[in-house]
C-alpha cells in the first residue's frame, strides 16, 4: 500500500508561480513512477507531467509545456510539481498518483494509487 498526500495548493493571480509537492509512503519510493494530473469542474481528470522511477524521463502535457516542471527527490520520498506563469485555465484539483509496475509513466488507467488531491485557484 502506498499513501500518497499532496501540500502546496492555493489561490494565486495569473502569472503567479506555485510549487505543489507530494509526500510518498508505505514502498520503496524509487520503484514507483510518479505523476500528477488535474480535473477541472466538469471535466475529465487528466495528466500533466509524469516521472520515471529514476527522474531520468520526464513527459508533459502540451497545455503546460516550459510553464511546469516535475522532479523527485528518492531521498526524501517527494514529488514536486513546480508551476510558473500560471493562467486562469490552470485551475483545477491537482492530485498525485503512482504506479508500482515498470511502465516508466502514470497514466489513468495503470495509476495504482492517487492522493486525495489539493486545489489550485489561479484568478485573472
Known amino acids: 500500500q502506498v499513501q500518497l498526500v499532496e501540500s502546496g495548493g492555493g489561490l494565486v493571480q495569473a502569472g503567479d508561480s506555485l510549487r505543489l509537492s507530494c509526500a510518498a509512503s508505505?514502498?520503496?519510493?524509487?520503484?514507483?513512477?510518479m505523476g500528477w494530473f488535474r480535473q477541472a469542474p466538469g471535466k475529465e481528470r487528466d495528466v500533466v507531467a509524469t516521472?520515471?522511477?529514476?527522474?531520468?524521463?520526464?513527459k508533459y502535457a502540451d497545455s503546460v509545456k516550459g510553464r511546469f516542471t516535475i522532479s523527485r527527490d528518492n531521498v526524501k520520498n517527494t514529488v514536486n510539481l513546480e508551476m510558473n506563469n500560471l493562467k486562469v485555465e490552470d485551475t483545477a484539483v491537482y492530485y498525485c498518483?503512482?504506479?508500482?509496475?515498470?511502465?516508466?509513466?502514470?497514466?489513468?488507467?495503470?495509476?495504482?494509487?492517487w492522493g486525495q488531491g489539493t486545489q489550485v485557484t489561479v484568478s485573472s
Open positions: 498518483a503512482a504506479t508500482v509496475g515498470s511502465s516508466v509513466v502514470v497514466t489513468k488507467t495503470n495509476a495504482d494509487y
Open positions: 508505505g514502498r520503496t519510493f524509487s520503484s514507483l513512477a
Open positions: 516521472i520515471s522511477q529514476s527522474g531520468g524521463f520526464k
